[in-house]
């Protein structure tokens, strides 16, 4: 990650928006200077919060980092453009702050907030997705990088003094070893996984001894001791299941000679069964023929009987037909009689229609003729109103007009006496029309009454109707009776013929299968059967001890395959046991150098962070200081191998790092932190650490040390990368070139680049 740019809104001593571009340089050393309080440290605080929502310094607040100088409406935030692996990058963020509320009054609180855009691809939204994003992109956490990239002002010598414990962290996440921590813990899971397999398997071996159907004190005495010998336990079984095959085979031919006398018995029972069978089969045969006798002689008489009624239904058929012809003619009474009523119904209904029409056109008669006659009477007057003296009057032709008739009420005129015509005519028509109708009723109500003959009709035809249906109900009756009686008789004659004939049939059947059994009498079948229900049961018996010997040495073998494969898998998992566990513990630390896998690992990389730190740190020693890592950690309990300590060839003794003056504690830190930024960039695909920041620690170097650090972080900076020193150390103006100036006033702070030849 290298920063271009840096812009800084009411943060911090800066007031409003300051910009910090770096830009000019990215490839040198460069000083960013100023009085203390200025804030030159806010800028690593600007960088800092920006990639990852924290600030450089262990006592800075985040929360308290809106600038006091800053107006109310100006906002809080950091916005940091940089560049890594050949893309570019744009991240803001906003600490939590109180601000005006943009409508009404009062204050209101800004909550954290970020966005992270490749270019202008928005790759990440809110502060927490940003944190996440950037430590995936950079491959550094916050404390990583802060250790690592930016070393803030009092903590610069952290990573040179850390613990084992905490140098293995910084370097497990640097590095990606937890994958050898993974691969120990895979071990140990392994090996725990085959113990408890072959537990297991055991229990199961165990679990399958006690199927075994084996009934004897050896093989108990056997089982109860608690380290088995499976061997044993499986050549017993061997034994025993040769004994059982033996006893088997014994069992199926005594099985077998029994179920031959055994189907002899039930051969012999079963024939004197048939014989006993055959004699009472005669005998009920002969019962059933002579009931089947008497019963053909009963219904020959009584089809005798039925022939007679049988006979009789022609004349009754004859008979029934006069009625139904009796049925009709009724019929056509009562629907003659019903349709005159009806007609008869209509006839009123016209006649009562034509009443009423043609009271209404007589009353429009009236009204037109009584209209029409005060029209003419009124025509006088009409004249009479538009007559003027001096003009001759238009029916006497007299100028003169002494008495002028005069008009008295309402007249109509010639239109409505028109109307009143037109109307009293239509209404004229429809009574005309409504008479034509009844009239033609009439012709056809009296031919009806004619057809209807002597029929009285006084009463508007209801007491003839009602004696029509009653005779046809009564009617009606005695023909269904009739005809009920007529299909019965020819059922019960025809019924009685053919069970008549199926009798016949039946006996003659009957009589022609009748056969004399060969054996005259029963037999009693109780001894023969005693004999068999024994040989039964030793059948029985003899079949049960088979099949549970045959059961048992079916388990027995199945039991004996199963114990047999649980021991090998035993053997197998014990000879894996014995290879995983060795690399168990040897991955574990228990090994020469008492170290576990991924601290070796680390060891190795360790080693070369020492070197090329060392190579640096002779330099700015006077070849005097060597960094070294312990072959072996302090406390043999622990598997930890990231301990140092420093050589000292002017007594060419060892010692530890904290032993060392404040000037020499900052050179080595300095050259461990290069140190492990050339390691980390010099392995395919590792984190590029392409920018250094120092904060302070420059004052307590003497002329000497401060001139060959300025020298050693010049030649660092003479490749790719650029690195930044924040100091106020006055020497230093002169020594580095480009400057990043912070001025300080009493309005707050402002930033100024300058480049200096």
């Keep these: ?50 990639l990852y929502g924290e600030v450089s310094g262990s006592i800075r607040e985040k929360d308290s980092l809106r600038s006091d100088f800053a107006d109310a409406s100006t906002p809080t935030y950091v916005t940091l453009t940089f560049s890594h692996r050949g893309k570019q990058y744009r991240v803001t963020r906003n600490p939590k702050y109180d601000r005006p509320k943009l409508k009404g009054e009062g204050m209101t609180t800004e909550l954290e907030g970020g966005e992270l855009y490749e270019e202008e691809a928005l790759l ?46 910084i370097f497990r996440d640097i590095f990606q070893t937890r994958i050898y921590d993974t691969m120990t813990a895979l071990l140990s899971s392994r090996v725990k996984a085959l113990n408890g397999r072959i537990d297991e398997v055991k229990h199961r071996a165990d679990e399958i001894t006690g199927t075994f159907r084996i009934e004897n004190g050896d093989w108990e005495e056997l089982k109860s001791k608690k380290n088995r010998n499976y061997r044993k336990l499986l050549g017993f079984v061997e034994q025993e299941n040769e004994r059982l095959g033996n006893r088997e085979r014994e069992l199926a031919s005594r099985l077998g000679e029994l179920d031959q006398t055994y189907k002899d018995r039930v051969r012999a029972i079963e024939e004197l ?28 008489e009584q089809k005798k009987e039925l022939a007679r009624a049988y006979g009789r239904l022609p004349a009754r058929r004859e008979k029934l037909e006069g009625k139904k012809s009796d049925l009709r003619v009724l019929e056509e009474q009562k629907k003659g009689l019903a349709a005159w009523k009806a ?29 029409d006659d005060c029209f003419k009477k009124a025509a006088a007057g009409i004249i009479a109103r538009d007559l003027v003296e001096g003009f001759p009057c238009p029916v006497c032709g007299s100028t003169v007009h002494p008495a002028p008739a005069s008009m ?51 009463d508007g035809g209801e007491r003839a109707f009602l004696e029509i249906e009653e005779r046809l109900r009564l009617l009606e009756e005695e023909t269904k009776q009739e005809e009920k009686e007529i299909r019965e008789c020819e059922k019960a004659y025809q019924d009685c013929a053919v069970k008549l004939e199926k009798q016949k049939a039946a006996y003659s059947q009957l009589k022609a299968a009748i056969r004399v059994p060969k054996q005259t009498e029963l037999v009693e079948l109780s001894g023969f059967e005693a004999a068999l229900t024994e040989c039964e049961r ?65 060891s190795v990389y360790f080693e070369d962070i020492l070197r090329a730190a060392n190579r640096r740190l002779l330099k700015m020693s006077g070849e005097r200081y060597e960094l070294h890592r312990l072959d072996r950690t302090r406390d043999r309990r622990s598997k930890e191998s990231m301990e140092m300590e420093v050589l ?46 120092v904060d302070e620690g420059f004052g307590s170097l003497d002329a000497e040390s401060l001139e060959q650090a300025v020298a050693i972080l010049t030649s660092l900076s003479g490749g790719s990368s650029m690195v930044g020193i924040i100091s106020h150390v006055e020497e230093l103006k002169e020594q580095i070139g480009s400057h990043i100036l912070v001025e300080k006033t009493n309005q707050g702070s402002r930033i100024v680049t300058e480049s200096m030849v």
């Design 1 to 50: 990650m290298k920063p271009t740019a840096l812009v800084l809104s009411g943060w911090g001593p800066y007031k409003g928006v300051e910009r910090a571009d770096f830009e000019a340089m990215q490839r040198g050393l460069f000083l960013i200077s100023g009085p203390t309080g200025a804030g030159k440290t806010t800028i690593f605080d600007g960088i800092t919060f920006a």
């Design 124 to 169: 990440a939204s809110g502060s927490t997705q940003v944190t996440e994003r950037v430590t995936e992109l950079l491959g550094l956490d916050y404390r990583q990088f802060r250790q690592i990239s930016m070393i803030a002002q009092g903590e610069f010598q952290q990573l040179l003094v850390s613990s084992s414990k905490e140098r293995t962290q």
């Design 273 to 300: 069964r048939s014989g006993n069978q055959a004699v009472r089969k005669y005998e009920s045969d002969r019962k059933t023929l002579a009931k089947l006798e008497e019963e053909r002689d009963g219904l020959k």
């Design 343 to 371: 007609a008869r119904r209509q006839l009123v209904e016209r006649q009562e229609k034509y009443l009423k029409l043609d009271g209404e056109a007589k009353e429009k008669k009236r009204i037109y003729e009584y209209q």
């Design 408 to 458: 008295e009420g309402e007249v109509p005129d010639e239109k409505q006496i028109r109307r009143l015509k037109a109307d009293y005519e239509a209404a004229l028509e429809k009574a005309s029309a409504a008479a034509s109708d009844a009239a033609a009723l009439v012709g056809a109500v009296k031919n009806m009454e004619e057809n209807l003959g002597s029929m009285d009709l006084s």
């Design 538 to 602: 030793d059948r029985r018996q003899t079949a049960k001890e088979k099949e549970r010997t045959g059961a048992a040495l079916v388990l027995n073998r199945q039991s004996l395959a199963t114990l047999k494969g649980h021991l090998e898998e035993k053997e197998k998992l014990e000879t894996e046991y014995s290879v995983v566990r060795e690399l168990e513990r040897a991955a574990g630390g228990y090994n020469g150098r008492n170290l576990v896998f991924e601290q070796y690992v680390l």
């Design 648 to 693: 000292d060839q002017y007594t060419g003794k060892r010692r530890s790092v904290k032993s060392l003056s404040g000037g020499e504690a900052f050179n080595a830190a300095l050259a461990l932190a290069l140190g492990t930024s050339d390691v980390i960039q010099s392995y395919a695909g590792g984190i590029q650490v392409e920018a250094l920041f």
